[in-house]
């Protein structure tokens, strides 16, 4: 089959983000043969759950299929992982967003798309519903941390997915300085 990377950005992102960017130039610079997507991720919960379980379906057969996630998208790839047995890099995963996200209810902006809407508490029920307990396959996951991320604990991912593969980092922030750095470990991890 063909290899795919699917790029899940996080909360309020695009696939404009820096570290989409950087993985999808990595692939067409050096493994053009790797089909890069990077989709606009729909704001709710229920709805960006459904909207890539549906594309992943769409794939599945005809594409080896690989992950990473990003913050939110690191939640995301974490439960596709567990429905389909995927290969994931999470990078500064939510752990606990619909704990995390209480603070955003209400009026949100996306910054690179310029969408509102409204975060309500049925969403955070949506994203509960999503938590994956236990880790099924945890030798196909690998969390790339930054001990500096100013937006969630760094301590819940490390305990979170202490039975996988783990580059945990001093300083840094949410964004993961020095990304740069990690695209071609990615894809051999990822076995694309």
């Known amino acids: ?8 950005h996080g909360f309020n992102s695009s696939p404009k983000s820096l570290k989409a960017t950087q993985m999808a130039e990595y692939c067409q610079r050096e493994r053009p043969d790797i089909r890069v997507e990077i989709p606009q ?7 960006a759950a459904t909207f890539i379980d549906e ?14 996630g990003s913050s939110l998208g690191g939640y995301i790839s974490t ?14 995963p939510a752990v606990k967003p619909y704990e995390l996200l209480q603070d955003y209810l209400g009026e949100q902006e996306n910054p690179y798309t ?9 969403h955070m029920d949506e994203l509960r519903q999503m938590d994956v307990a236990q880790l099924s396959r ?12 100013e937006v969630l604990d760094y301590r819940q991912a490390v305990e979170k997915y202490s ?9 840094g922030d949410h964004s993961f300085v020095g990304f740069d750095r990690y695209p071609e470990q990615i894809i051999q991890f990822l076995g694309l």
């Open 138 to 149: 945890p030798e196909q996951l690998w969390l790339l941390q930054q001990e500096g991320d």
């Open 79 to 92: 439960w596709l992982n567990d429905r389909y047995q995927l290969p994931a890099v999470l990078v500064n």
């Open 41 to 47: 991720m729909p704001c709710y919960p229920l709805e």
């Open 114 to 122: 310029g969408e509102r809407y409204f975060l309500e508490p049925q």
């Open 55 to 68: 594309l992943v379906q769409s794939l599945r057969h005809e594409y080896q299929i690989a992950l990473v």
């Open 163 to 171: 039975s996988c593969r783990q580059t945990v980092e001093p300083e």
């Open 1 to 8: 089959m063909k290899p795919l990377l699917l790029y899940i």
